[in-house]
Protein backbone atom coordinates (compact mmCIF):
# COMPACT_ATOMS: atom_id res chain seq x y z
CA UNK A 1 0.00 0.00 0.00
CA UNK A 2 2.67 2.43 1.10
CA UNK A 3 4.71 1.79 -2.35
CA UNK A 4 1.50 2.25 -4.03
CA UNK A 5 1.00 5.89 -2.66
CA UNK A 6 4.67 6.72 -3.41
CA UNK A 7 4.51 6.08 -7.04
CA UNK A 8 1.28 7.85 -7.26
CA UNK A 9 3.35 11.01 -5.53
CA UNK A 10 5.88 10.81 -8.16
CA UNK A 11 3.73 10.66 -10.73
CA UNK A 12 1.81 13.99 -9.81
CA UNK A 13 5.19 15.63 -10.76
CA UNK A 14 6.75 13.87 -13.33
CA UNK A 15 3.53 12.95 -15.40
CA UNK A 16 0.71 15.31 -14.21
CA UNK A 17 -2.22 13.47 -16.61
CA UNK A 18 -1.46 9.62 -16.11
CA UNK A 19 -3.36 9.77 -12.47
CA UNK A 20 -6.28 9.57 -12.64
CA UNK A 21 -8.64 8.81 -9.69
CA UNK A 22 -10.99 5.34 -10.55
CA UNK A 23 -13.44 4.96 -7.82
CA UNK A 24 -11.83 1.12 -7.83
CA UNK A 25 -12.50 0.93 -11.45
CA UNK A 26 -8.85 -0.29 -12.71
CA UNK A 27 -5.06 1.04 -12.85
CA UNK A 28 -4.27 4.15 -14.42
CA UNK A 29 -3.97 3.97 -18.25
CA UNK A 30 -0.21 4.05 -19.93
CA UNK A 31 -1.27 6.68 -22.04
CA UNK A 32 -3.60 9.75 -21.12
CA UNK A 33 -4.38 10.55 -24.68
CA UNK A 34 -4.90 9.02 -28.37
CA UNK A 35 -8.11 7.16 -30.27
CA UNK A 36 -6.96 3.47 -28.25
CA UNK A 37 -8.33 5.20 -25.12
CA UNK A 38 -12.02 5.61 -23.77
CA UNK A 39 -12.49 7.36 -20.77
CA UNK A 40 -15.50 9.00 -18.42
CA UNK A 41 -15.63 12.34 -17.30
CA UNK A 42 -16.96 12.30 -13.67
CA UNK A 43 -17.63 15.31 -11.50
CA UNK A 44 -15.35 15.82 -8.36
CA UNK A 45 -18.85 16.05 -6.32
CA UNK A 46 -20.59 13.66 -7.21
CA UNK A 47 -19.14 10.40 -7.98
CA UNK A 48 -22.64 9.41 -9.81
CA UNK A 49 -22.67 12.69 -12.22
CA UNK A 50 -20.95 11.62 -15.47
CA UNK A 51 -20.14 14.45 -18.37
CA UNK A 52 -22.89 13.59 -21.60
CA UNK A 53 -23.21 14.72 -24.60
CA UNK A 54 -27.45 15.38 -24.69
CA UNK A 55 -30.15 16.06 -27.83
CA UNK A 56 -28.53 18.86 -29.72
CA UNK A 57 -24.93 18.40 -28.65
CA UNK A 58 -25.66 20.37 -24.89
CA UNK A 59 -23.59 18.75 -22.51
CA UNK A 60 -25.09 17.70 -19.02
CA UNK A 61 -24.22 15.38 -16.03
CA UNK A 62 -26.10 12.14 -16.14
CA UNK A 63 -26.09 8.87 -14.01
CA UNK A 64 -23.57 6.15 -15.82
CA UNK A 65 -25.21 4.49 -18.64
CA UNK A 66 -24.35 2.21 -21.64
CA UNK A 67 -26.84 4.41 -23.60
CA UNK A 68 -25.63 7.75 -22.96
CA UNK A 69 -22.77 9.33 -24.90
CA UNK A 70 -20.66 9.56 -22.25
CA UNK A 71 -17.16 7.81 -23.89
CA UNK A 72 -14.75 10.61 -24.17
CA UNK A 73 -11.28 10.27 -25.81
CA UNK A 74 -8.06 12.81 -25.34
CA UNK A 75 -6.29 13.73 -28.25
CA UNK A 76 -3.35 15.11 -28.05
CA UNK A 77 -1.94 18.25 -29.18
CA UNK A 78 1.14 19.91 -30.06
CA UNK A 79 1.24 21.60 -26.42
CA UNK A 80 2.09 20.04 -23.45
CA UNK A 81 -0.99 18.86 -21.33
CA UNK A 82 -3.14 20.26 -24.21
CA UNK A 83 -5.88 18.00 -25.60
CA UNK A 84 -8.78 18.01 -27.91
CA UNK A 85 -11.45 16.39 -25.89
CA UNK A 86 -13.69 13.98 -27.95
CA UNK A 87 -16.97 12.34 -27.57
CA UNK A 88 -16.06 8.62 -28.88
CA UNK A 89 -19.85 8.22 -29.67
CA UNK A 90 -20.62 11.02 -32.03
CA UNK A 91 -17.17 11.90 -32.82
CA UNK A 92 -18.20 15.56 -31.66
CA UNK A 93 -15.44 17.61 -29.34
CA UNK A 94 -15.82 19.99 -26.42
CA UNK A 95 -16.40 23.41 -27.79
CA UNK A 96 -14.31 26.46 -26.03
CA UNK A 97 -15.16 27.38 -22.67
CA UNK A 98 -16.90 31.05 -22.27
CA UNK A 99 -14.01 33.62 -21.13
CA UNK A 100 -15.47 34.80 -18.48
CA UNK A 101 -18.18 33.30 -16.00
CA UNK A 102 -21.35 32.70 -18.08
CA UNK A 103 -24.06 30.32 -16.06
CA UNK A 104 -26.86 31.53 -18.89
CA UNK A 105 -25.07 30.00 -21.86
CA UNK A 106 -24.33 25.74 -21.54
CA UNK A 107 -21.58 24.03 -23.34
CA UNK A 108 -21.89 21.99 -26.45
CA UNK A 109 -20.13 19.43 -28.48
CA UNK A 110 -19.39 20.08 -32.02
CA UNK A 111 -17.57 19.38 -35.61
CA UNK A 112 -14.68 21.52 -34.57
CA UNK A 113 -11.82 20.31 -32.26
CA UNK A 114 -10.68 22.82 -29.72
CA UNK A 115 -7.92 22.86 -27.46
CA UNK A 116 -8.11 22.12 -23.80
CA UNK A 117 -5.22 22.83 -21.14
CA UNK A 118 -6.25 19.75 -18.53
CA UNK A 119 -4.55 20.19 -14.81
CA UNK A 120 -4.91 18.02 -11.79
CA UNK A 121 -5.07 19.84 -9.00
CA UNK A 122 -3.70 17.48 -5.58
CA UNK A 123 -6.09 19.53 -3.57
CA UNK A 124 -9.08 18.30 -4.99
CA UNK A 125 -7.96 14.66 -4.57
CA UNK A 126 -5.86 14.18 -7.67
CA UNK A 127 -9.40 15.66 -9.95
CA UNK A 128 -9.09 17.87 -13.14
CA UNK A 129 -10.14 21.09 -14.17
CA UNK A 130 -10.47 21.72 -18.09
CA UNK A 131 -10.28 24.90 -19.75
CA UNK A 132 -9.76 25.98 -23.38
CA UNK A 133 -6.68 27.65 -24.12
CA UNK A 134 -8.89 30.62 -25.19
CA UNK A 135 -9.41 31.47 -21.87
CA UNK A 136 -6.76 34.09 -19.55
CA UNK A 137 -4.39 32.29 -17.31
CA UNK A 138 -5.29 28.63 -18.37
CA UNK A 139 -2.54 27.26 -17.49
CA UNK A 140 -1.85 29.12 -14.35
CA UNK A 141 -4.65 27.84 -11.55
CA UNK A 142 -3.30 29.69 -8.81
CA UNK A 143 -5.43 32.61 -10.76
CA UNK A 144 -8.41 31.13 -11.06
CA UNK A 145 -9.02 30.76 -14.39
CA UNK A 146 -12.58 30.09 -15.77
CA UNK A 147 -13.17 25.77 -17.12
CA UNK A 148 -16.26 23.25 -17.46
CA UNK A 149 -18.41 23.60 -14.24
CA UNK A 150 -21.45 21.67 -13.15
CA UNK A 151 -23.84 24.47 -12.99
CA UNK A 152 -24.99 24.50 -9.50
CA UNK A 153 -28.64 25.13 -10.29
CA UNK A 154 -29.11 22.32 -13.26
CA UNK A 155 -27.23 19.60 -14.61
CA UNK A 156 -26.12 21.32 -17.58
CA UNK A 157 -22.41 22.31 -17.96
CA UNK A 158 -21.16 25.51 -18.12
CA UNK A 159 -18.44 28.05 -17.94
CA UNK A 160 -17.70 29.39 -14.28
CA UNK A 161 -13.87 29.90 -12.18
CA UNK A 162 -11.53 26.99 -11.18
CA UNK A 163 -9.62 27.97 -8.95
CA UNK A 164 -8.48 25.56 -6.37
CA UNK A 165 -11.41 26.26 -4.25
CA UNK A 166 -14.44 25.75 -7.06
CA UNK A 167 -15.32 22.43 -6.61
CA UNK A 168 -17.78 22.66 -8.93
CA UNK A 169 -15.33 22.90 -11.56
CA UNK A 170 -13.27 19.68 -11.27
CA UNK A 171 -13.77 16.37 -12.42
CA UNK A 172 -12.09 13.18 -12.34
CA UNK A 173 -11.07 11.29 -15.83
CA UNK A 174 -11.52 7.73 -15.00
CA UNK A 175 -10.30 5.13 -17.66
CA UNK A 176 -13.19 2.40 -19.14
CA UNK A 177 -13.96 0.28 -21.99
CA UNK A 178 -15.68 0.98 -24.81
CA UNK A 179 -18.86 -0.85 -24.29
CA UNK A 180 -21.83 1.77 -25.69
CA UNK A 181 -24.75 -0.20 -26.32
CA UNK A 182 -25.68 1.29 -29.76
CA UNK A 183 -29.06 -1.10 -30.44
CA UNK A 184 -30.21 0.20 -26.58
CA UNK A 185 -29.73 3.67 -27.30
CA UNK A 186 -31.28 3.39 -30.42
CA UNK A 187 -34.60 2.37 -28.71
CA UNK A 188 -33.61 5.11 -25.70
CA UNK A 189 -36.81 7.02 -26.85
CA UNK A 190 -39.13 4.62 -28.72
CA UNK A 191 -41.99 3.46 -27.67
CA UNK A 192 -42.74 -0.11 -27.31
CA UNK A 193 -45.59 -1.61 -28.84
CA UNK A 194 -47.09 -1.62 -25.22
CA UNK A 195 -46.75 1.87 -24.75
CA UNK A 196 -48.02 2.52 -28.02
CA UNK A 197 -51.07 0.89 -27.37
CA UNK A 198 -51.68 1.95 -24.25
CA UNK A 199 -51.03 5.49 -25.10
CA UNK A 200 -48.19 6.23 -23.18
CA UNK A 201 -46.54 9.58 -22.75
CA UNK A 202 -43.10 10.28 -21.92
CA UNK A 203 -42.74 12.88 -18.49
CA UNK A 204 -39.78 14.84 -19.43
CA UNK A 205 -37.81 16.86 -16.43
CA UNK A 206 -36.19 19.89 -16.54
CA UNK A 207 -36.03 23.54 -15.09
CA UNK A 208 -38.81 25.78 -15.19
CA UNK A 209 -38.37 29.56 -15.44
CA UNK A 210 -41.09 31.23 -13.99
CA UNK A 211 -40.70 34.64 -15.63
CA UNK A 212 -41.51 32.61 -19.04
CA UNK A 213 -44.08 30.20 -18.32
CA UNK A 214 -47.67 30.18 -20.11
CA UNK A 215 -49.98 32.53 -18.06
CA UNK A 216 -52.43 31.31 -20.61
CA UNK A 217 -52.93 29.25 -23.59
CA UNK A 218 -56.17 28.80 -26.05
CA UNK A 219 -56.91 26.71 -29.16
CA UNK A 220 -59.31 28.25 -31.54
CA UNK A 221 -60.25 28.44 -35.20
CA UNK A 222 -61.97 26.87 -37.41
CA UNK A 223 -61.83 23.03 -36.31
CA UNK A 224 -61.96 23.80 -32.74
CA UNK A 225 -65.46 23.11 -32.31
CA UNK A 226 -65.16 23.63 -28.41
CA UNK A 227 -62.34 26.03 -27.75
CA UNK A 228 -59.43 25.07 -25.27
CA UNK A 229 -58.52 27.70 -22.28
CA UNK A 230 -55.63 27.35 -19.94
CA UNK A 231 -56.35 28.14 -17.15
CA UNK A 232 -59.98 28.36 -17.51
CA UNK A 233 -62.33 31.51 -16.34
CA UNK A 234 -63.99 30.31 -13.00
CA UNK A 235 -67.00 31.65 -11.33
CA UNK A 236 -66.40 33.01 -7.75
CA UNK A 237 -68.32 35.84 -5.41
CA UNK A 238 -71.04 36.24 -7.84
CA UNK A 239 -68.80 37.05 -11.22
CA UNK A 240 -66.78 35.07 -14.03
CA UNK A 241 -63.11 35.68 -13.26
CA UNK A 242 -60.41 35.01 -15.65
CA UNK A 243 -57.44 33.23 -13.94
CA UNK A 244 -53.84 33.47 -14.58
CA UNK A 245 -51.40 30.52 -14.70
CA UNK A 246 -48.46 30.82 -12.23
CA UNK A 247 -46.54 27.27 -12.25
CA UNK A 248 -43.35 26.85 -10.14
CA UNK A 249 -43.73 23.49 -12.34
CA UNK A 250 -41.61 22.67 -15.60
CA UNK A 251 -43.95 20.41 -16.62
CA UNK A 252 -47.84 20.33 -16.18
CA UNK A 253 -50.63 18.29 -17.25
CA UNK A 254 -53.87 20.32 -17.56
CA UNK A 255 -56.92 18.59 -17.10
CA UNK A 256 -59.71 20.82 -15.82
CA UNK A 257 -60.76 21.93 -19.29
CA UNK A 258 -60.48 19.99 -22.69
CA UNK A 259 -60.58 21.15 -26.24
CA UNK A 260 -62.78 19.69 -28.96
CA UNK A 261 -60.99 19.38 -32.43
CA UNK A 262 -62.69 18.36 -35.43
CA UNK A 263 -60.75 16.35 -38.18
CA UNK A 264 -60.07 17.80 -41.35
CA UNK A 265 -60.08 21.28 -40.00
CA UNK A 266 -57.44 24.15 -39.14
CA UNK A 267 -56.93 24.97 -35.39
CA UNK A 268 -54.70 27.74 -33.94
CA UNK A 269 -52.44 27.42 -30.44
CA UNK A 270 -52.28 30.71 -28.93
CA UNK A 271 -49.90 31.24 -25.87
CA UNK A 272 -48.80 33.80 -24.09
CA UNK A 273 -45.94 33.42 -22.07
CA UNK A 274 -44.95 35.65 -18.78
CA UNK A 275 -42.37 37.72 -20.54
CA UNK A 276 -40.16 37.65 -23.83
CA UNK A 277 -37.98 34.60 -23.90
CA UNK A 278 -34.10 35.78 -24.81
CA UNK A 279 -32.15 34.70 -27.45
CA UNK A 280 -31.89 30.33 -28.25
CA UNK A 281 -34.93 29.87 -27.02
CA UNK A 282 -37.18 26.99 -28.97
CA UNK A 283 -40.83 27.01 -28.73
CA UNK A 284 -42.99 24.06 -29.79
CA UNK A 285 -46.41 23.15 -30.05
CA UNK A 286 -46.37 18.76 -30.39
CA UNK A 287 -49.66 16.47 -31.44
CA UNK A 288 -50.19 13.12 -31.13
CA UNK A 289 -52.76 12.62 -33.74
CA UNK A 290 -53.02 9.18 -34.11
CA UNK A 291 -53.31 8.60 -30.49
CA UNK A 292 -50.32 6.55 -29.71
CA UNK A 293 -48.35 8.64 -27.19
CA UNK A 294 -45.81 9.91 -29.83
CA UNK A 295 -45.90 13.75 -30.81
CA UNK A 296 -45.50 12.83 -34.55
CA UNK A 297 -46.77 16.39 -35.65
CA UNK A 298 -44.50 19.27 -34.25
CA UNK A 299 -44.76 23.11 -34.88
CA UNK A 300 -42.00 25.14 -33.89
CA UNK A 301 -40.92 28.37 -33.59
CA UNK A 302 -36.99 29.19 -33.24
CA UNK A 303 -35.24 31.89 -31.47
CA UNK A 304 -39.14 33.56 -30.30
CA UNK A 305 -38.46 37.27 -29.44
CA UNK A 306 -42.19 37.75 -28.14
CA UNK A 307 -44.21 36.99 -26.25
CA UNK A 308 -47.27 35.86 -28.02
CA UNK A 309 -46.95 33.13 -29.48
CA UNK A 310 -49.26 31.21 -32.70
CA UNK A 311 -49.09 27.74 -33.81
CA UNK A 312 -51.15 26.63 -36.92
CA UNK A 313 -52.00 23.30 -37.85
CA UNK A 314 -54.61 21.07 -39.80
CA UNK A 315 -55.87 17.83 -37.79
CA UNK A 316 -55.27 15.33 -40.15
CA UNK A 317 -58.31 13.83 -41.97
CA UNK A 318 -57.75 10.20 -40.97
CA UNK A 319 -56.59 11.25 -37.29
CA UNK A 320 -57.93 9.01 -34.97
CA UNK A 321 -61.01 9.62 -32.71
CA UNK A 322 -60.64 10.57 -29.21
CA UNK A 323 -58.68 11.77 -27.15
CA UNK A 324 -54.93 12.63 -26.93
CA UNK A 325 -52.73 15.15 -25.85
CA UNK A 326 -51.23 18.52 -26.87
CA UNK A 327 -47.95 19.52 -26.05
CA UNK A 328 -46.06 22.89 -25.12
CA UNK A 329 -42.44 23.03 -24.64
CA UNK A 330 -40.45 26.08 -24.06
CA UNK A 331 -36.56 25.73 -24.05
CA UNK A 332 -32.95 27.44 -24.27
CA UNK A 333 -30.92 23.94 -24.21
CA UNK A 334 -30.86 23.35 -27.96
CA UNK A 335 -32.68 19.71 -27.47
CA UNK A 336 -35.28 19.37 -29.98
CA UNK A 337 -37.19 16.33 -29.38
CA UNK A 338 -40.79 16.55 -27.96
CA UNK A 339 -39.85 14.20 -25.14
CA UNK A 340 -36.54 15.68 -24.53
CA UNK A 341 -36.24 17.88 -21.14
CA UNK A 342 -36.35 21.72 -20.92
CA UNK A 343 -34.04 24.03 -19.55
CA UNK A 344 -35.13 27.45 -18.25
CA UNK A 345 -38.43 26.86 -19.77
CA UNK A 346 -41.97 24.87 -19.23
CA UNK A 347 -43.35 21.74 -20.51
CA UNK A 348 -47.71 21.72 -20.55
CA UNK A 349 -50.11 19.32 -21.57
CA UNK A 350 -53.32 19.69 -22.25
CA UNK A 351 -56.14 17.70 -23.58
CA UNK A 352 -57.77 17.37 -27.18
CA UNK A 353 -60.68 15.50 -28.36
CA UNK A 354 -60.38 14.44 -32.02
CA UNK A 355 -64.39 14.41 -33.41
CA UNK A 356 -65.90 14.26 -36.98
CA UNK A 357 -66.86 17.47 -38.18
CA UNK A 358 -70.22 18.88 -36.79
CA UNK A 359 -73.43 20.97 -37.39
CA UNK A 360 -73.17 24.58 -35.59
CA UNK A 361 -75.57 24.66 -33.31
CA UNK A 362 -76.14 25.57 -29.78
CA UNK A 363 -77.66 23.27 -27.11
CA UNK A 364 -78.32 23.58 -23.08
CA UNK A 365 -79.14 21.90 -19.80
CA UNK A 366 -79.21 22.04 -16.51
CA UNK A 367 -77.10 21.22 -13.52
CA UNK A 368 -80.05 19.77 -11.68
CA UNK A 369 -83.30 20.15 -12.87
CA UNK A 370 -85.09 20.57 -9.73
CA UNK A 371 -83.26 23.97 -9.23
CA UNK A 372 -84.03 25.78 -12.69
CA UNK A 373 -84.67 25.21 -16.10
CA UNK A 374 -83.06 26.58 -20.02
CA UNK A 375 -83.71 27.14 -23.29
CA UNK A 376 -82.50 28.56 -26.04
CA UNK A 377 -84.17 30.36 -28.44
CA UNK A 378 -81.92 30.91 -31.28
CA UNK A 379 -79.37 33.96 -30.40
CA UNK A 380 -80.10 33.77 -26.39
CA UNK A 381 -79.54 31.29 -23.64
CA UNK A 382 -82.25 31.84 -20.75
CA UNK A 383 -81.91 30.07 -17.88
CA UNK A 384 -85.12 30.40 -15.06
CA UNK A 385 -84.23 29.37 -11.30
CA UNK A 386 -87.15 27.65 -9.20
CA UNK A 387 -88.12 28.43 -5.80
CA UNK A 388 -85.23 30.18 -3.97
CA UNK A 389 -82.60 28.89 -6.17
CA UNK A 390 -80.33 31.43 -7.63
CA UNK A 391 -78.85 30.90 -11.00
CA UNK A 392 -75.19 31.33 -10.91
CA UNK A 393 -73.34 30.68 -14.12
CA UNK A 394 -73.54 29.31 -17.82
CA UNK A 395 -70.61 26.39 -18.50
CA UNK A 396 -69.11 25.05 -21.50
CA UNK A 397 -67.04 22.48 -20.11
CA UNK A 398 -65.61 23.27 -17.34
CA UNK A 399 -65.24 27.10 -18.31
CA UNK A 400 -67.42 29.96 -17.59
CA UNK A 401 -68.63 31.87 -20.25
CA UNK A 402 -71.10 33.55 -18.51
CA UNK A 403 -72.76 35.41 -15.21
CA UNK A 404 -75.72 36.33 -16.81
CA UNK A 405 -79.06 34.41 -16.92
CA UNK A 406 -79.39 35.54 -20.51
CA UNK A 407 -76.46 35.02 -22.56
CA UNK A 408 -76.43 36.29 -26.14
CA UNK A 409 -74.63 33.39 -28.06
CA UNK A 410 -74.66 32.47 -32.05
CA UNK A 411 -74.21 29.18 -33.72
CA UNK A 412 -71.14 29.39 -35.52
CA UNK A 413 -69.96 26.16 -34.10
CA UNK A 414 -70.84 23.10 -32.07
CA UNK A 415 -71.90 24.71 -28.08
CA UNK A 416 -73.59 22.52 -25.54
CA UNK A 417 -74.51 24.86 -22.31
CA UNK A 418 -74.87 24.02 -18.90
CA UNK A 419 -77.11 26.73 -16.69
CA UNK A 420 -75.85 26.42 -13.30
CA UNK A 421 -78.14 27.18 -10.00
CA UNK A 422 -77.66 26.88 -6.60
CA UNK A 423 -79.60 24.82 -4.36
CA UNK A 424 -83.42 24.92 -4.37
CA UNK A 425 -84.66 24.43 -0.52
CA UNK A 426 -88.20 24.85 -1.28
CA UNK A 427 -91.04 22.52 -2.66
CA UNK A 428 -91.54 24.42 -5.50
CA UNK A 429 -90.09 22.61 -8.97
CA UNK A 430 -90.30 23.32 -12.54
CA UNK A 431 -93.10 23.12 -14.70
CA UNK A 432 -92.09 24.20 -17.50
CA UNK A 433 -89.96 27.16 -18.62
CA UNK A 434 -92.07 30.85 -18.24
CA UNK A 435 -91.49 33.97 -17.71
CA UNK A 436 -93.44 37.45 -17.29
CA UNK A 437 -94.79 39.01 -20.98
CA UNK A 438 -93.41 42.46 -21.22
CA UNK A 439 -94.15 45.13 -23.83
CA UNK A 440 -91.40 44.71 -25.92
CA UNK A 441 -91.83 40.80 -25.55
CA UNK A 442 -93.22 40.70 -28.43
CA UNK A 443 -95.27 36.98 -29.22
CA UNK A 444 -94.15 34.83 -32.20
CA UNK A 445 -96.53 34.71 -35.35
CA UNK A 446 -95.44 30.99 -35.11
CA UNK A 447 -94.81 29.30 -31.58
CA UNK A 448 -91.56 27.80 -31.71
CA UNK A 449 -91.14 24.34 -29.94
CA UNK A 450 -87.90 22.78 -28.28
CA UNK A 451 -87.09 19.32 -26.82
CA UNK A 452 -86.07 18.95 -23.19
CA UNK A 453 -83.41 19.46 -23.66
CA UNK A 454 -83.27 22.76 -25.25
CA UNK A 455 -82.84 21.34 -28.82
CA UNK A 456 -85.24 23.10 -31.05
CA UNK A 457 -87.71 20.82 -33.29
CA UNK A 458 -88.70 21.52 -36.53
CA UNK A 459 -91.34 19.37 -36.64
CA UNK A 460 -92.91 17.97 -33.17
CA UNK A 461 -94.33 14.30 -33.35
CA UNK A 462 -97.52 13.85 -31.53
CA UNK A 463 -97.33 11.69 -28.61
CA UNK A 464 -94.32 13.36 -27.50
CA UNK A 465 -93.39 16.27 -24.75
CA UNK A 466 -92.17 19.86 -25.69
CA UNK A 467 -91.06 23.64 -24.41
CA UNK A 468 -93.47 25.56 -26.77
CA UNK A 469 -92.34 29.36 -26.98
CA UNK A 470 -95.18 31.47 -27.77
CA UNK A 471 -92.63 34.30 -27.77
CA UNK A 472 -88.93 35.24 -26.67
CA UNK A 473 -89.64 35.03 -22.59
CA UNK A 474 -91.98 32.65 -22.59
CA UNK A 475 -92.68 28.85 -22.57
CA UNK A 476 -95.20 26.27 -21.57
CA UNK A 477 -94.64 22.31 -21.36
CA UNK A 478 -96.95 21.02 -24.01
CA UNK A 479 -97.65 17.16 -25.21
CA UNK A 480 -98.87 16.95 -29.02
Known amino acids: MHTILRFAAMCLVATPLFCTHTYGQGTDPTSFGGESHYYHIVWYSNSGSYMTEAGGGVLQVEGKSRVAKQYWQFLPTDKNNCYHIKNAVTGHYIEACKTSQNNTYYIKATDTPVEYYISQESAREGAYRLTSTNCTNYSDTSKSPVGLNKDGASSYIITWAAGTGNTGSYWYINPTEFDYDYEAAANRYKHSDFAK???????????????????????????????????????????????????????????????????????????????????????????????????????????????????????????????????????????????????????????????????????????????????????????????????LCWLEGRKVVSTSASYTIEATRPVHLVAVFSANTTDERPTGIQAPLTVEDTPYATPLYFDLSGRQVTAPSKGHTYIRKDSPRKGILITI
Open 197 to 391: SSQVYFMPCGTVNGTLAARSLSVTGEGALKPLDYPCSVWGGGSKKAETANTSSWWTLYTTDKGQVAQGKEITVNVTLGGTPAAGYLAQACFDWDHDGVFEDVQSIDDPKTKALTFKTTVPAEAALGESRMRFRLTDNGLTGADEEVSAGQILDCMLETVVPTEAEVTVSVNDPDRGSAYYSGTEAIATPCGNAKF
